[in-house]
């Protein structure tokens, strides 16, 4: 679950913000931050049932101190880590996070993430201030400056 949600630092584009409370209408119930182990038993009735699936993706928003005691990159490593065990090369892996610092990326690359795609962003200073609230404030992990957040992309490894 991003971390930037519900305290009106949300980014303007993303979907969690429809999902989330559409759910709470409807009473259903949402788990925003499933298990390694809900995941893995997903994906095996997956592998199991659908033999036209090629890809799975990653995502769940920021997180901006940490989450079960990881940072953003050591979270989302994790998950891709577990299934790529489990299910090596089955599919076509993906992580949607922020942009990162390159030894994220790298922790990424070594779980078996085939493609890395940061969150969209706005570069224009003005622009981004308004569509990423959150990532502008004090506790962000990025600093909204378009100069700074350039040389992160810069110097990231390729995947």
């Avoid at 999902?19 to 390694?36: D, E, N, S």
């Avoid at 940061?118 to 909204?144: H, T």
Wanted: proline share 5%.
């Amino acid at each position: 679950m991003c971390q930037y949600f519900g305290r009106d630092e949300e980014c303007r584009f993303c979907d969690i913000n429809e999902k989330l409370p559409a759910a709470a209408r409807r009473g259903a119930a949402y788990v925003a931050v499933k298990t390694v182990d809900d995941v893995l038993e997903a994906l095996a009735i997956i592998a199991e049932t659908d033999h036209e699936a090629q890809a799975y993706t990653i995502t769940g928003g920021a997180v901006t101190t940490d989450l079960d005691g990881l940072s953003e990159g050591e979270f989302y490593a994790r998950y891709a880590a577990a299934i790529e065990a489990r299910f090596p090369r089955r599919w076509i892996s993906k992580v949607v996070a922020q942009a990162l610092p390159p030894a994220d990326v790298a922790r990424f690359k070594d779980a078996g993430v085939r493609i890395y795609h940061p969150n969209y962003e706005i570069w224009d200073a003005q622009r981004f201030a308004l569509i990423c609230p959150g990532k502008i404030a004090p506790s962000a992990v990025m600093s909204g400056s378009a100069e700074s957040n350039r040389q992160r992309r810069s110097s990231a490894p390729r995947m």
